[in-house]
């Protein structure tokens, strides 16, 4: 996915959505459900935009399918561990207070299979009292 365009999604997307805006409320909800939350997995993290404000007030990691964000997210938060895979089959062997899978990423899963095995890869890598935001679809009007 946006395999030719990585480059330029920050371009598009940075003028589209405030992302300071958006991980300043993620914060907050974070900080309502699990007070004492400290680590971040960022499940198709794209280009690491919400991480390079997230990473001020908790330990983020990242995975995505394409290795371009990969290596943007990295440069964005360069004490976060990034990982090239999919979210539909994955196995880090490591436990997060937060898992995120934002901007509408759920949606390109492909089949309710899919979606089954995603939701069970974010409750395997979730520690207890953990929370999971997936923000599902992305309307503008």
Request: glycine share 4%.
């Amino acid at each position: 996915m946006f395999s030719k365009s990585a480059d330029f999604y920050d371009l598009i997307y940075c003028n589209l959505k405030n992302y300071q805006t958006d991980s300043e409320t993620i914060k907050s909800l974070i900080l309502k459900r699990n007070p004492d939350a400290k680590t971040i997995l960022n499940v198709a993290c794209s280009t690491g935009e919400h991480d390079k404000f997230l990473k001020n007030d908790f330990s983020v990691d990242g995975l995505d399918i394409n290795q371009t964000f990969i290596d943007l997210s990295q440069k964005k938060n360069e004490l976060g561990n990034y990982f090239l895979c999919d979210m539909s089959d994955f196995d880090l062997k490591k436990k997060y207070d937060v898992i995120l899978c934002l901007y509408t990423s759920i949606g390109y899963l492909k089949s309710y299979d899919q979606l089954k095995q995603t939701l069970a890869n974010f409750a395997n890598h979730l520690n207890k009292n953990g929370v999971v935001f997936i923000e599902p679809w992305v309307v503008r009007m």
